[in-house]
């Protein structure tokens, strides 16, 4: 049976663990060729290994998305080893919680250009390439999917300037959909609650024990559940557009 993304090469950032890492191999098992993205080569080696163990391809890159011009770089270099672009996720992220008041100013800074700088760097670069490939076979849609939060719809006390950038890619995920929608480039944002990965590992020591006294008694979401989400956005015919996706641990009520 044809895999569904046979043919077609796909871009994650923030591809060295959790849903990145889970994402890239869901779309590599998929069919799609994957360029995976981050800062921390070693990892992004390991991935890609266990893609190539399962059959599938994948190219590390080593990119700071933070600048325009590694941006730049990132996109390139998938073009250039694999020679055309059709999906893109938008997955690397930072959340620093803690009082607002009291939080360095470092802090808001790391998370805007991670969160929305990188993400916005991204898209620009990519764009033209969707566009090109979304003309053509064998889909004849392009996707950009960005992973924003459950913080995009819910504010909590302790998360403002977290809140701040996830909204804020809801809003502007809206605002492309809509100018790529003739161009058959779909626009997608995908929203996780709670998910066992590294997010938490950034916040400031004084501060870790009490967010992860907040959802001890949660049973996670896995990486893999957010990586089934991106896969079901990407492999729906080019009729329907899945434009938001809310996925919350079963456990978790705000």
């Known amino acids: 049976m044809a895999k569904e993304l046979a043919g077609t090469v796909a871009v994650v950032t923030g ?16 069919g799609a060729s994957v360029a995976l993205v981050a800062r921390r080569g070693d990892r992004l080696a390991e991935v890609a290994r266990e893609i190539a163990e399962e059959g599938g391809a994948a190219q590390p890159v080593v990119a700071d998305i933070t600048s325009r011009v590694g941006a730049d770089s ?5 073009v250039s080893a ?14 620093l919680v803690g009082p607002f008041a009291d939080a360095p100013e470092g802090e808001w800074e790391r998370m805007i250009d991670v969160n929305v700088l990188g993400l916005l760097y991204m898209a620009k670069a990519a764009l033209p390439h969707l566009i090109k490939a979304a003309a053509g076979e064998p889909r004849r849609t392009a996707d ?21 950038t996830k909204f804020g890619v809801n809003g502007f995920s809206e605002a492309l959909r809509q100018e790529m929608r003739p161009l058959r ?5 995908i929203e996780p609650g709670n998910v066992d ?27 893999e ?17 899945v434009n938001e996706v809310f996925v919350r641990a079963a456990d978790q009520s705000w």
């Open 144 to 164: 950009l999917v960005n992973i924003s939060s459950s913080a995009g719809r819910v504010a909590r006390a302790g998360t403002a300037v977290y809140n701040l």
């Open 82 to 95: 694999f020679g055309r672009l059709d999906t893109v996720v938008n997955n690397a992220g930072v959340m």
């Open 15 to 30: 591809a060295s663990s959790g849903i990145g890492a889970a994402t890239a191999r869901r779309l590599a098992r998929d």
């Open 74 to 78: 990132a996109v390139e270099q998938a």
């Open 225 to 241: 559940d957010i990586a089934d989400s991106v896969a079901y956005v990407v492999t729906s015919n080019r009729r329907v557009a």
């Open 197 to 223: 990965t590294e997010l938490t590992s950034h916040t400031r020591d004084e501060l870790r024990a009490g967010v992860e006294a907040q959802v001890r008694s949660i049973e996670k979401l896995q990486p």
């Open 185 to 189: 480039v779909r626009v997608s944002v």
